[in-house]
């Protein structure tokens, strides 16, 4: 069984998705990251184990 968490914890990672787009599913997050490939060079995208929806990222 998980440890609960604490106040820090989960406001880190509510934190860590702050400003950053969310996707209800990854066809949509594709079809958007494709689109803004072009514009903006590499693009992945991301399942957020925090909030459960998917970001865009820079390849490493």
Known sequence: MAKPQ???QRE???SACKGK????NGTLAHR???ER???KGAVIVYH???CGQY???RPQ
Request: hydrophobic share 45%; proline share 0%.
């Open 37 to 39: 490939a072009k514009k």
């Open 55 to 57: 970001h865009h990222g």
């Open 48 to 50: 957020c184990r925090w």
């Open 6 to 8: 604490t106040a820090g």
């Open 12 to 14: 880190w990672q509510v």
């Open 32 to 34: 958007v990251a494709k």
């Open 21 to 24: 787009a969310r996707f209800a």
